[in-house]
C-alpha cells in the first residue's frame, strides 16, 4: 500500500460482498458520492441487467462496463464495481490507475445467502446457483488479490465493521477523511 493522489475509491469483489451497501456508508464518512457501476449502466442505456446479457450477451454487457467505467474515473467518489469487472484486462488497468481498490472479499457461503432471492443477476440465474458462484468465485478472486491496494472480509465483519476497517487503513495511507 503507498500513498496515492487519486483521491476515488473503487470497491471490487464477488456478488453479495457488500460493496453497494459498504460503498454508501463509505461515501458518507469520506464526503464523497457513491456510485454504483451496475445502476449507472442501467441508467445510460434504459434497460436492465438482464435485459442487457439477454439483448447483447456477456461481451456486450462487458464492453457497455468499460465505457462507463472510464467516464465514472473523472469523479472523486466511492465507486462500487460489479462482480466482474475485473475479467476485461482494460478494467484492471483503469481501476488500479485511477484509484484505491479496495477487495470486499466475501466466501462462497455468504455470497449464496446473499443472493438467495435475487433474480437481477443473470451470471447467476441457474438451477445449482451455488455451485455457480464457487466456480466464478474460483476464476475471479485470484484477480481482486492481484489488482486491489487491501482486502477487506466482508463475510465476518457488519457494514460498521467493515468501514470501520477501511477508514482505519485510509488514515494509514494519509487520506483525508
Known amino acids: 500500500m503507498q ?11 464477488p456478488m453479495g460482498a457488500g460493496k453497494s451497501s459498504i460503498g454508501k456508508a463509505l461515501a458518507l464518512i469520506t464526503s464523497k458520492p457513491f456510485i454504483d457501476v451496475d445502476e449507472e449502466i442501467v441508467r445510460v442505456t434504459g434497460k436492465s441487467i438482464p ?11 462487458r464492453s457497455i462496463e468499460t465505457r462507463i467505467l472510464k467516464k465514472l474515473c473523472s469523479y472523486e467518489a466511492v465507486i462500487a464495481t460489479g462482480g466482474g469487472i475485473v475479467v476485461t484486462e482494460e478494467n484492471l ?3 488500479s490507475d485511477n484509484g484505491l481498490v479496495i477487495y470486499l472479499y466475501a466466501d462462497v457461503d455468504t455470497q449464496y445467502k446473499r ?15 451455488h455451485k455457480r ?32 476497517e477501511i477508514k482505519a487503513k485510509l488514515k494509514e495511507l494519509s487520506w483525508k477523511i
Do not use: A, W
Request: proline residues 3%; negative net charge.
Open 51 to 61: 435485459q442487457i446479457f439477454e439483448t447483447e450477451g456477456e461481451s456486450g454487457f
Open 93 to 95: 488497468k483503469i481501476l
Open 133 to 164: 458462484l464457487s466456480d466464478i468465485f474460483s476464476i475471479r478472486e485470484p484477480i481482486y488479490n492481484k489488482v486491489c491496494d487491501f482486502v477487506i472480509d466482508s463475510s465476518k465483519h457488519s457494514i460498521h465493521e467493515c468501514v470501520e
Open 115 to 129: 443472493t438467495m432471492h435475487d433474480t437481477n443477476r443473470p451470471m447467476i440465474l441457474v438451477d445449482d446457483r
Open 3 to 13: 500513498q496515492t493522489d487519486k483521491q476515488r475509491i473503487f470497491l471490487i469483489g
